[in-house]
T-cell receptor, first 118, second 112 residues
């Protein structure tokens, strides 16, 4: 059984289009993320949700809108796609760890969604 | 200055030798440090975590942390061709705020 699954795996589209990527995790984790990995392999956080609540929103253009209908799902919708949006988008999840339970850091990543904007 | 810096490589190491990967970070209050391995076309996976100064060993992997020098490293003993991958250093710079900052990764190639 796949722990963190993303769809679609590949997405090729024209500039100006709107597209969505879906993510689901069956690990029972409270926290989910979207990361963007560019062509130079730099992995940068975009958003983080804990139990459907947005907790991290890095300086991402507002063309990107995450949505978490429940704690097992986190979707990413992108409006008016631009060439620079071409990248691999990774969804990830982690158990929420309080200070009492130790530090945070183990992320479980999905397989990634490779977005190509032409 | 980048928050987490790594040499991008590629780093080539003969099979059976020790591979040494290095990482420096800029935020002095960073608490937690991680090494992720990413095979080409795959997603990152956690291989080591370290939270206090010194060495931590797990099989062929040893993570080393020196907070005074803001330096963390990963040693891979008896390197195998299957170790060929990009290794990403990650740092939790805001304890209590679940945000990991990644370095750009070091591409490691083990030569048979």
């Amino acid at each position: 059984d796949t722990a963190v699954s993303q769809t679609p795996k590949y997405l090729v589209t024209q500039m100006g289009n709107d597209k969505s990527i879906k993510c689901e995790q069956n690990l029972g984790h409270d926290t989910m993320y979207w990361y963007k990995q560019d062509s130079k392999k730099f992995l940068k956080i975009m958003f983080s949700y804990n139990n459907k609540e947005l907790i991290i929103n890095e300086t991402v253009p507002n063309r990107f809108s995450p949505k978490s209908p429940d704690k097992a799902h986190l979707n990413l919708h992108i409006n008016s796609l631009e060439l620079g949006d071409s990248a691999v988008y990774f969804c990830a999840s982690s158990p929420r760890l309080s200070r009492d339970r130790g530090p945070f850091g183990e992320l479980f990543f999905g397989e990634g969604s490779r977005l190509t904007v032409l | 200055q980048k928050e987490v810096e790594q040499n991008s490589g590629p780093l080539s190491v003969p099979e059976g030798a020790i591979a040494s990967l290095n990482c420096t970070y800029s935020d002095r209050v960073s608490q937690s440090f991680f090494w992720y391995r990413q095979y080409s076309g795959k997603s990152p996976e956690l291989i080591m975590s370290i939270y206090s100064n010194g060495d931590k060993e797990d099989g062929r992997f040893t993570a080393q942390l020196n907070k005074a020098s803001q330096y963390v490293s990963l040693l891979i003993r008896d390197s195998q061709p299957s170790d060929s991958a990009t290794y990403l250093c990650a740092v939790n710079s805001n304890f209590g705020n679940e945000k990991l900052t990644f370095g750009t990764g070091t591409r490691l190639t083990i030569i048979p």
